[in-house]
């Protein structure tokens, strides 16, 4: 079994502050894909990335993919209360479906 | 394009009922998920069908059955419902499954209670 292990768990900072969220696993991904997923609703992808060490920027997130694929992180900038939300890292190899990890509670304070 | 539609969004149930939960997408997707969101916890996948005509048990399968109808749609049957049961249950699709998949697509989540 693929596991995928996410930290912080939960998160609770001020507005403008930066923070870094990680996901790590022993397996290699073929890709990795974040998701945000706010109350009441399914997550929604952020971004995928596929090639090891790859940096990919999404405004103020920053996503990399580790060079041997088995970790993530996600860094956020000057977070602000938009960004409140659970973060969720998502490892795709072989043919089984994605493998989610537990996923870090964020919570921007204003 | 309404996505990934899941029906119903609430439901209560006695342990011992039974029910299905549905679930369709309008994207042409050849690959459709379940999984169950617990508090505190990320996606657990339940079963998947990676195309029409199959279907593949997950992580947590036991309590469940799956039906892929037809390419668009894809049911989760509770047939003696437990107190273990209770969860969100997200119904999800994408393009491909496995190494290929780049993004799923999710529906908006069947709160379930079950007494």
């Known amino acids: 079994t693929q596991l995928l292990e996410q930290s912080p768990q939960f998160l609770s900072i001020q507005e403008g502050e930066n923070l870094t969220v990680y996901c790590n696993s022993s397996?290699?991904?073929?890709?990795l894909q974040w998701y945000r997923q706010e109350p009441g609703e399914g997550p929604v992808l952020l971004v995928t990335v596929v090639t090891g060490g790859e940096v990919k920027k999404l405004k103020r997130l920053t996503f990399q993919f580790g060079d041997a694929r088995k970790d993530s992180s996600l860094h956020i900038t000057a977070a602000q209360p938009g960004d409140t939300g659970l973060y969720l890292c998502?490892?795709?190899?072989?043919?089984?479906?994605?493998?989610f990890g537990s996923g870090t509670r964020l919570q921007v304070q204003p | 394009n309404a996505g990934v539609t899941q029906t119903p969004k609430f439901q209560v149930l006695k342990t011992g009922q039974s029910m299905t939960l549905q679930c369709a997408q309008d994207?042409?997707?050849?690959?459709m998920y379940w999984y169950r969101q617990d508090p505190g916890m990320g996606l657990r996948l339940i079963y998947y069908s990676a195309s029409e005509g199959t279907t593949d048990k997950g992580e947590v399968p036991n309590g469940y059955n799956v039906s892929r109808l037809n390419k668009r749609e894809f049911s989760l049957r509770l047939e003696s419902a437990a107190p273990s049961q209770t969860s969100v249950y997200f119904c999800?699709?994408?393009?491909?499954?496995?190494?290929?998949?780049?993004?799923?697509?999710f529906g908006p989540g069947t709160r379930l209670t079950v007494l």
């Open positions: 994207m042409n997707h050849n690959s």
């Open positions: 999800a699709s994408s393009e491909l499954s496995g190494a290929y998949s780049r993004e799923q697509f």
């Open positions: 397996s290699v991904f073929s890709s």
């Open positions: 998502a490892g795709a190899a072989g043919r089984r479906a994605l493998t």
